[in-house]
């Protein structure tokens, strides 16, 4: 029984090859997804934990503890190799525009050193560092270029670049010990000790004799293996990841659903294809029973094929990925009970699709084996149970959609994603009941165009359930990545219109002295900046620091140059303080503000002037109050929003530290990098489900051709054009996939509304902006229908390239 | 039995073959389906070829019908050599110069009566000239069938539908591949009328492959075919004639 569904498969590979590359991309997303998490979570506990990397043994020493005299102790036991301390520091190092927080530890001894030298050599003195390759990268620096250190005057030089790369979240340099110990590290109050074992010692023992060992000086010191040291840190991560991998394994979970649509629509198909292939058994001698079982090996046979094929894809494709953002560099993980869940997922999943078209298809007379029964029109009346049952789901999902959008519930975006679902089924299932007659009505506006159209439009409605399955399988898919996309959209305007409406303030420059007092800005870069790209206008404010109540906050005086500024034109009258309408709330209505040169009593108003640390007063006041240091904090006014990111990298080269710098532009630029990689990560992994419902169109049509051999050549003796032929599948593949995509968008322009809706319910947001992105919709919609236009060329080569005279003969 | 070679004079020709092969395969299993075949039609004949299976009679009529290329050979079709068009040339010859009735499955499922007759002009984009048509359903007896689907029609309708649509061109020949075959006796007997008819009166070609010596009857000429070659050619013979020359090839 296998031998035979195993041959069939190897002889007629075409017509299994789609089947076998649905579940083949399906599998690949999960196991790709698995092997990605993995590796790229080991990479991440190994970077966070690079000092480590090469140890054996880790000798941790809890904050209350001390280490005194344990260097020496760890360094006699035999069994060790070579100990250390491990000693990190961060700081923000900046290089032109760009700041990135580097993670600085201790140069190791030879044998617990993880990275090696590519450029340049070690540290040694207290002012020279050396940068792993991927933090000197993402900086833009070289051998011998200089650094500059946020917060701090001195500079440092690179001296040298290693071959690690960067983690995703932590970049690496190395300080040498000078260094450390001009900041007051000692070998004594270090927290950790990295230790090597010798070669041949068991690690085992050696832990039990450290133990023993230390915990006779500091009874508090844990000792413990590495790999369990990293296990924690990573088990710490892990928590973010776990949801990471969750949101993958959901994505690929919509992609098999819309491959076992695709698989399902193949093996009606392929069934009703091979009807005299299957009359034959019958009329042989199997017995019903058996063709089925036959036909679900089949099915189980190609479930595996694919489901190894996608394994082996999906481990190749996380490999890549992983090389690309350097993950691999700390070795790959391959889990495997993931990867077999995910074959065994596929297998089944090919098996659940087939076995309900196997139910239909085998049942078949044993006089198809004799008397071939030409196709009979399909257009069946709707079956009333699917009306009412789908009617009832839709109004299921109607009502809590309403609820959803009109209460103010903190539960609101799980009752519009509970709408959605509801709808989504009654609407996928609904199918039969509408697509059709949205066929109908995509035919009517081209058929009159010619006989090809007309003919085309003719196959394309005949066979309405074959036409549906496909369209609903792309409905799926577009309708889920248009979903996304607009509720993306949506939050983005949305938030961006709530900042700029609640921090009228584009972009604040803050100038202070090391102590944190506030300092005034340098003449040279208060000019610079009142000129800098996108800046159209500016004031200086005076500040000084206050106490308002019980808050310590930079005081401010009011400027009338401020209306142009920030648009606000209500000012400060002489009995009030503004503070942040966050702080209004904890404090009294009126309040004493006291600096160092007196105090006044004023009235409380909030305002959206003052961030959270700061409060306004009248100049009088402020002079009254403090003695007002001028010019301290800038306020810039960018009102171009496309200019915003000009004018942040004009102003951090200006004012030379990022830390400097706050406002609404600053927020949004990290709103709008999170969103757009957001956004593009989610279109690339529904992508994945539309490329599989496109093949399901290419597939069905290619299918249906073969079972038109005879039409075709008819067509072909009476003088059809084989170009025209191409042109007429062509049509029919394109007319199914604008039902299918036109739907999917309607629908997930809908469900993004209703998303970002009950989001804002949920939130309290006063305004929701609904948005779609118009230009992007539209191109996706575009390349769907070249894609669907691409699906049929292949059919359409076969058929119009058998000569007319092969297919009639087989009478 | 008489052999008399009733070739028509050249001048006279609407289609010839000369010196036709056509083979299929390699090696082992290569079939000779024709192997040197030579024939002439007149304008307005009513042919009939017969031949056993395997004789290569559908082969012949593929290779004069433009459906297929002969391996080596020339065919002519109202003056012009088609043997070696191209594809693109070879499809509108069948579309304008050649009409087609086939055994079944001649008409497209999704098209009604009337829709399938104007095929052919609607693909050439021509315009259907209205007398014609009328003058055929008529003499078809399809008046109250032209917005029936095929489903809908009887197997004498479709086959009286896929005529009207193969002389709605007015073509050079008419090539039926066993119109018959599908039909009871009274259907078939006014079929073959109607094609007798066509031929005398409209100076239609015709030419049908047939193994039914009943329906060589109807003809003015027989070819007879065996592995590949032309060896009878009988001027209106009688069912019984054709019978016998049919045994003598049997033997």
Known sequence: ?811 | MTTTTTAPAPTDQIASATGLTKTYGTGEAQVHALAGVSIGFGRGSFTAVMGPSGSGKSTLMHCLAGLDRPTSGEVVLGGQVISQLSDRELTAVRRDRVGFVFQAFNLLPTLTAEQNIVLPLELAGRRVDRTLLAGLVDSLRLGDRLTHLPSQLSGGQQQRVAIARALITQPAVVFADEPTGALDSTSSHQLLNYLRHTSQVMEQTIVMVTHDPNAAGYADRTVLLSDGRLVDDLVAPTPDMVLAAMKKLGA
Request: with cysteine; glycine share 10%; net charge neutral.
């Open chain 1, 1 to 811: 029984m296998f031998r035979q569904a195993w041959s069939e498969v190897r002889h007629h590979p075409g017509r299994f090859l789609s089947t076998i590359i649905a579940i083949a991309i399906s599998v690949a997303f999960l196991a790709g997804s698995a092997v990605l998490v993995a590796t790229e979570g080991q990479a991440q506990g190994k970077a966070m934990n690079v000092s480590l990397a090469e140890a054996d043994v880790v000798v941790t020493i809890p904050p209350e503890g001390s280490g005194k005299g344990l260097g020496p102790a760890i360094a006699s036991v035999a069994g060790v190799a070579t100990s250390a301390p491990v000693y990190t520091m961060s700081d923000v190092v900046t290089s032109g525009a760009i700041s990135e927080a580097i993670s600085f530890v201790n140069l190791p001894p030879d044998g617990l050193r993880w990275a090696s030298l590519t450029a340049g050599r070690w540290p040694s003195t207290a002012n020279e560092v050396v940068l792993s390759g991927g933090a000197a990268g993402a900086l833009g620096l070289k051998v011998g270029d200089p650094l500059a250190l946020a917060g701090r005057s001195e500079s440092v030089q690179v001296v040298g670049l290693t071959n690690e790369p960067s983690g995703l979240f932590v970049k690496t340099g190395y300080a040498s010990d000078a260094r450390f110990v001009a900041s007051g590290y000692t070998a004594d109050n270090a927290q950790q000790w990295a230790i090597k074992a010798a070669p041949g010692a068991s690690v085992a023992d050696l832990i039990d004799t450290l133990k023993a060992k230390l915990t006779a000086i500091e009874p508090t010191v844990k000792v413990a293996s590495a790999a369990e040291v990293r296990a924690t840190s990573i088990a710490h991560l892990a928590q973010d990841f776990d949801v990471f991998a969750n949101v993958l394994w959901a994505f690929a979970g919509v992609a098999l659903i819309v491959g076992m649509i695709t698989i399902a629509n193949t093996f009606t198909i392929t069934l009703a294809q091979r009807r005299r292939q299957i009359g034959l058994l019958r009329a042989v001698g199997a017995s019903g029973g058996q063709v089925r079982r036959r036909f679900l090996i089949e099915a189980f046979v190609l479930g595996a094929v694919g489901s190894l094929l996608g394994v082996a894809a999906g481990i190749g494709i996380a490999v890549g990925v992983t090389a690309w953002s350097t993950a691999l560099f700390w070795g790959l993980v391959l889990p495997w009970a993931q990867l077999a869940l995910a074959l065994g997922l596929g297998v089944l999943a090919t098996v659940v699709a087939a076995f309900v078209p196997i139910l239909r298809g085998t049942r078949v007379a044993p006089l198809e084996a004799l008397h071939p029964v030409p196709e009979s029109d399909e257009r069946r009346r709707a079956s009333m149970v699917r009306a009412i049952a789908c009617g009832l789901f839709v109004l299921a999902g109607a009502g809590l959609a309403t609820l959803a959008v009109v209460r103010v519930d903190p539960n609101a975006l799980l009752i519009a994603i509970g709408a959605g679902a509801l709808l989504s089924i009654g609407v996928l299932f609904g199918g039969p009941l509408f697509v059709p007659a949205l066929l109908r009505l995509a035919g009517r506006a081209f058929r009159w165009t010619g006989a090809v159209p007309r003919l085309a439009a003719d196959n394309a409605e005949r066979n309405p359930r074959r036409a549906t399955a496909t369209a609903t399988a792309l409905m799926l898919a577009v309708g889920l990545m248009v979903t996304l996309q607009v509720a993306t959209a949506s939050v983005r305007l949305t938030v961006l219109d709530e900042l700029s409406a609640h921090y009228p303030v584009d972009l604040q420059v803050h100038w202070t002295q090391d102590s944190g007092e506030p300092a005034q800005i340098p003449a040279e870069a208060s000019s610079q900046l009142a000129r800098a790209t996108g800046v159209d206008a500016s004031v200086l404010l005076s500040g000084g620091e206050a106490e308002v109540g019980d808050q310590g906050l930079l005081l401010l005086g009011y400027d009338p140059a401020i209306r142009a500024v920030t648009g606000i034109s209500t000012g400060v009258r002489d009995d009030q303080v503004l503070v942040s309408e966050y702080l209004v709330k904890s404090l009294p209505k009126t309040v004493t503000v006291k600096g160092a040169a007196g105090s006044a009593t004023l009235t409380v108003v909030g305002s959206r002037l003052v961030s959270y640390e700061q409060a306004m007063v009248s100049a009088a006041n402020l002079a009254k109050v403090v003695t007002p240091v001028p010019g301290t904090v800038m306020w810039l006014s960018v009102p171009d929003r496309s200019h915003a990111i000009d004018a942040t990298v004009a102003v951090n080269r200006i004012v030379g530290s990022g830390d400097r710098l706050s406002g609404s532009i600053i927020e949004a630029a990290a709103y709008e990098q999170v969103m757009n990689i957001l956004l593009a990560i989610t279109t690339g992994l529904l992508a994945v489900a539309v490329l599989i419902a496109l093949i399901g169109v290419g597939n069905t049509l290619g299918l249906s051709v073969m079972e038109r051999r005879r039409e075709s050549a008819l067509l072909r003796a009476l003088g059809l054009q084989a170009r025209s032929l191409r042109v007429m599948l062509l049509i029919e593949a394109v007319q199914v996939a604008v039902v299918g995509i036109v739907v999917g968008v309607v629908a997930g322009t809908f469900f993004g509304w209703l998303a970002v809706t009950a989001v804002g319910r949920s939130g309290g947001f006063d305004s929701i902006r609904f948005a779609v992105d118009v230009p992007v919709t539209a191109g996706m919609v575009a390349i769907a229908v070249l894609a669907a236009a691409l699906a049929s060329v292949l059919p359409g080569r076969r058929a119009a390239r058998a000569a007319p005279s092969e297919m009639l003969a087989d009478i």
